[in-house]
C-alpha cells in the first residue's frame, strides 16, 4: 500500500465518521457507493443490503438522533488494489430519544476504489460485549 492510498482511505473513513457525526444525509450519499452490493449492519440490526435500503437507515438513524459524537481509536488500514479496509473502534456518545448513552461499537468499513476516490461499500459495526478472550 502506497502512503497516499493510506492517507486517503483515512481521509475517506474520516468522512464517513465526519458525516455520521453531522447527522447530514447529503454527506453521507457521498461517502457511499450506490450500488446493489453495498451492505451495512448497525449494531443490534439485520444485514441492510443495497444503497436503497443502507441510505434509509441513514435516513432513519439521523431523523431520530439529536446528537453524535465519535472518538476513533485503533484504527487500522489495510488496501488491495481496488478493494480496502479500515478497522476501528467507535467510542460513541450519542442522544437518541432523549436519551443520552456512551457504548464502544468495533466496526470494519471496507473501500472500494472508484473514479471518484475511495467510497465505502460495507460497514459492519458490533458492540463490544467484553474483554479479549486471554492468550
Known sequence: MSPGDEAALEEANARFYRAFEALDLAEM???WLHGAHVKCVHPGWPLLVGWEAVRQSWEAIFENTAEMRFTITD????????????????????????RLSAASVLA?????RSRDG??????????VLGAAPAE
Open 29 to 31: 450519499d457521498k461517502v
Open 75 to 98: 484504527v487500522a488500514v489495510v488496501a488491495r488494489a481496488e478493494l480496502a479496509w479500515v478497522t476501528c473502534t467507535e467510542n460513541i456518545l450519542s442522544e437518541v430519544d432523549g
Open 118 to 127: 475511495w467510497r465505502l461499500a460495507l460497514h459492519h459495526a458490533s458492540h
Open 108 to 112: 470494519t468499513n471496507l473501500f472500494e
